[in-house]
Each structure stands twice: as C-alpha cells, then as structure tokens.
C-alpha cells in the first residue's frame, strides 16, 4: 500500500536502506582472525571452510587478515589521547561540582589499547575461531567499537541444543558475549548450528542441509543491520515537559501499572541482565559493553506502551487540478507541501491524500522493570512528527546517565504511526458507508496498546480481527532502520487487505523472525487477561514461530 520510498520519508530516514539479504550480502567484507589449531574444535574447523564458501557464493568479499589493517598515525593516537584526557578532566570536574552533564569516564584501558597501530578497518565483520584464552581479543584490533561487527564461532557446550529453553539460551548467549566480546556467536556440533546475538533468539539450523540459504537469511542480515540502541541526540529532547499526573497521561499510566502486574503472571518478561554482573574478562571489556549500549546499566527484553488518543486526519479526494499543482507522476505515493508530507492512498472509495499524522506514545526507559514500572521514573513520551523523533520527560524528572530509550523506538513509532493512518482511513469509510468502525473509534478516544515481547502466539489462537505479517522477513536485530520499515510495510499490506475483503480491522500481530511479536492491542490490561486467560497462547523463545511459518 505504501512505496519504500514513502515509508522512508514518514520516518525520517534519510538514506535508502537494502531490505533483501542479497542485496545486503553483496556490501559486507569479511576478514578470519588468526588463530591457531589447537584452540579450535573440528567442529568448529569444519564449519568455517563451510562459512567461507557460503560467504563467497553470496557475493560477500573476504579479505586476508594482513589485508584488513591499516595503520594508525602519531598524529590520530596523539588526537585521540588528547581527546580521552580533555573528556576525563571534564568529566570529573563535573562530577565534584555535582552538575548535569552527559560526559562519560573512559576506561584507563582505552589509554593502553591506542598504541596498537594496526587496526581493522571500520565495517569489517572479523570471524574469531574457537575459544580465545588470551588478553587480546580481537575488539582490541577494531578500529571502531561499534562499527566492527565480531562474529565468534565456539563448539556448542555441554547442555545447549534445540530442546533447551529461553532462559538456558539467554544465559549462556549473554555470558558467551561479555566473555569473548562479541556481538554475534555460532555454536556448533557435529550436525546443527545455533546463532546467538542480542534478540535473545536461539535458531538451530542443520549443518549440511540449506547451509547457503541458511546463512543467507539468518546470519547476513544481522550482520547487515546490527543492533544499534538510539542516542538522545537522534531526538529532539524537550525535558520535563508533560505531567504524569494528568490526563491523558494518568488514565493510560493506569493501564501500565494494572496491565503490567498482569503481565507479569505471563512470564513472558525475563529478569533483565545488568552490565555489573557479566563476566567480563577486564574492566576495559565491561566499559566496551557500556559503549555498545550507549551505558545503559543492562538490558531488559520486550516493551510496554500506550499510543495516546489522535483525531482522525482528514482524506481529501485527489483531483486532476492536485495533480498538476504537485507535479504528482504516475505510481507516486507522496508529495510534499509546505514542508510536510501528504499520501497518497488507493481506497474502494477512490483516490485520495492525508496529511501524515504527528503520533505520540507514551513507553518505558530502557532497562527498567517492564511489568512494575515507576510512573514519575520510569516513562517517556515519545514523538514522531513531520520524521522527526521527538522525546518529553515528565515533570521533575531529570535526564539521568542511565535514562535511555528502548531499542525498540523506531518500531514503536512505525507501528503508531501506521496506526493513525490506518484511523483515519477507517474514519473516513465510516462516514462515507455509515459502517461503525471500533479500531478507529478506540484511537480517537483512548488510543491502543504496543507490546512486545520475545516469544510467539500460537497461530490459531489470535483473535478475530487481527492480521499477522513479517514471518517471510529476514531476521534483523533490533533497533534497526529495518525492522522499523519492515512493521510499517507490513502493517499497511494487511489493512489493504482487510479492506479488499470487507473484513473487520481490529488490530496487527507483527513478527520478527527470532527476535519476537508486537501486537497493537485495545489496552495492555486486555491483551494480559487474554493471554492469561488462554492456556498455552504464547511462551518465551521461538515455539510457536515454525507454527506460524507454516500457515
């Protein structure tokens, strides 16, 4: 229903992004850090000649390790001393004086680790073969620790296969990336293959059949779209600017604290893991960690939030005069006007354009307690308008070191931003056909729940109304400029095609392949009683998603 084009205009996002592992493939270079025999297994040995000719075939360019180095100069480590030290000095200054600031202390490691001249190259993905016993791993060759993706290929332990459950996996992925400092680990038998990285998924894939088509959707677009949390300075930040005392805000903060202790009885919110309690090899490796969270404390899995109430915006029939005035070509389906972006839909009705909708959501920091959240704390409110994200704090909350947003933000805002378009469409086909139509009704009086969490439903027990998309994407991380595009393209397929069958629209069920479900909901109090109330309707980890597949 909507061009790639367009949904990357109505989110903000400023460059065209590949959504095909193949396209993907073709623009990651790979390098095999050197290792020695003895510290790999041969499962491990047989797995990356497997690896390496797989990569090839899909186009991806392998590099010899000599090749993958350059050299820093004098000049740059001399900078960047210059720098750390400028940033310590501020940074202590600040915090004897007790005064805001968003400086962090770099580690005294970081000091040691510029002296090693021969870096890896930004945007090369290093494979690390077997268990690394060593002081020097292959991060502290990166020359960026974010921009280096590191891929860490270990002998499946002792008690990890496809029986195992979410919280064997999750244990043992989180435990194996503090300790070999990588993003992604692939954990290897005789004849299966588990992938781990921060969706705290746990595919299990033969080793000798479909490897090729395997790694081409499993590990390629993971590698392609890491994870990447968002940074305060992607919004435009307007603190302690919204009561959490008042309506709107107070009624829908009720749900999340109702809603959220009824989640809790699903167990589908796992303890979150804090940095402090990971075993890092070093202090250095655990201020690594921080650095890929943006420091954050830890992590915790899935998310709470409540889409505020939007008055439906209005669709204005497209006439040939609109056409001409906008320079609209044939199969366009978007213009700008003054500076804002106008759609342009195909309906039963006719041809019309709407204005994009400003949507705001009220969710979660990252890493607090997803099921018992402190209202005055714990919230944000986040916007998307004209693609621009925006992020209030309630009044009297400051912008603490550790006040982050979910990874999951642009999804979050995808989905509430489909959401309001899908309202207004809906407003307008029921004043055209008399119709009564709830989902669109419900937005404009209380608006609608998001949730996520990191499990599946079963397929047969979502309710009527409810349209399930993203089981065929490829599985990217979380946080994504992807998994953003992939949850509003979705969601506007399946609404067209509740509207091509005249079928009741209540809501979306959207998959991420090994990541997890986001459902739009009427409240997170109803969603919780459902699932409660259904026996076996979803659990943690990827049961039920083959299920779906197969539909």
């Avoid at 954990?187 to 088509?213: E, M, Q, T």
């Avoid at 099921?371 to 998307?384: A, V």
């Avoid at 009297?396 to 509430?416: K, M, Q």
């Amino acid at each position: 229903m909507l061009s790639k084009l367009a949904i990357e205009r109505i989110l903000g996002i400023e460059t065209s992004t590949d959504l095909q592992p193949e396209q993907m493939a073709k623009k990651l270079v790979f390098t095999f850090f050197p290792y020695s025999s003895e510290s790999c297994s041969r499962e491990t040995l047989i797995f990356k000649d497997l690896l390496e000719a797989a990569l090839l075939e899909l186009g991806v360019r392998i590099v010899p390790y000599e090749k993958s180095l350059e050299k820093i100069s004098i000049a740059t480590i001399l900078k960047r001393f210059l720098k750390i030290c400028a940033n310590n000095f501020l940074y202590t200054v600040l915090e004897m004086i007790n005064k805001d600031h968003s400086y962090h202390n770099i580690h005294a490691g970081a000091f040691l680790n510029l002296f090693k001249r021969m870096r890896i190259r930004k945007g090369i993905t290093v494979v690390a073969l077997g268990e690394n016993r060593s002081s020097q791993l292959p991060m502290d060759y990166t020359s960026s620790f974010t921009q280096n993706t590191i891929i860490t290929v270990l002998k499946c332990p002792a008690g990890i296969d496809e029986t195992s459950n979410f919280s064997t996996h999750f244990d043992a992925a989180m435990n194996i990336f503090s300790y070999h400092m990588t993003q992604i680990a692939i954990l290897v038998s005789a004849d299966k293959f588990i992938i781990y990285n921060f969706n705290a998924s746990h595919p299990v894939y033969p080793l000798h059949k479909n490897f090729k088509g395997n790694i081409l959707k499993a590990l390629i677009p993971k590698v392609a779209a890491p994870i990447r949390p968002p940074y305060l300075k992607d919004f435009i930040v307007e603190p302690e600017s919204f009561d959490v005392d008042s309506d709107p805000y107070k009624t829908l903060l009720k749900d999340f604290v109702t809603g959220g202790e009824k989640f809790n009885k699903t167990n589908l919110y796992p303890p979150g893991k804090k940095v402090e309690d990971l075993p890092f090899r070093s202090g250095f490796y655990k201020w690594i960690g921080k650095l890929h969270l943006d420091h954050r404390s830890g992590m915790s899995y899935g998310f709470l939030a409540r889409q505020l109430p939007s008055v439906p915006v209005g669709l204005v029939p497209l006439s040939d005069e609109d056409i001409s005035k906008h320079s609209i070509k044939l199969g366009q389906d978007y213009f700008i006007k003054n500076d804002e972006l106008y759609l342009i839909m195909e309906l039963p009705l006719g041809r019309f354009f709407l204005k994009v909708p400003d949507v705001w959501v009220l969710t979660q920091r990252s890493g607090s307690d997803k099921t018992k959240i402190d209202p005055h704390r714990d919230i944000f409110l986040m916007g998307l308008v004209n693609g621009k994200m925006y992020l209030r704090t309630p009044i009297g909350c400051r912008i603490r070191r550790d006040y982050r947003p979910s990874f999951d933000t642009r999804v979050i805002l995808a989905h509430a931003v489909g959401n309001a378009i899908i309202s207004s469409v809906l407003n307008r086909i029921e004043k055209s056909t008399g119709i009564q139509q709830e989902f669109s009704n419900r937005m404009a009086k209380n608006g609608v729940a998001l949730v996520h969490w990191h499990g599946y439903i079963q397929h047969n027990l979502i309710p009527e109304g409810f349209y399930v998309h993203g089981y065929d994407n490829p599985h990217v991380a979380c946080s994504t400029i992807q998994s953003s595009i992939y949850a509003l393209a979705g969601k506007m397929d399946v609404f067209e095609n509740a509207l091509k069958s005249k079928s009741l629209y209540m809501g979306d069920v959207h998959i991420e392949p090994h990541h997890g479900t986001n459902i739009v909901f009427s409240s997170i109090e109803d969603l919780a009683e459902f699932l409660i109330s259904t026996p076996n309707a979803s659990e943690l980890g990827n049961k039920y998603l083959y299920q779906g597949m197969m539909k």
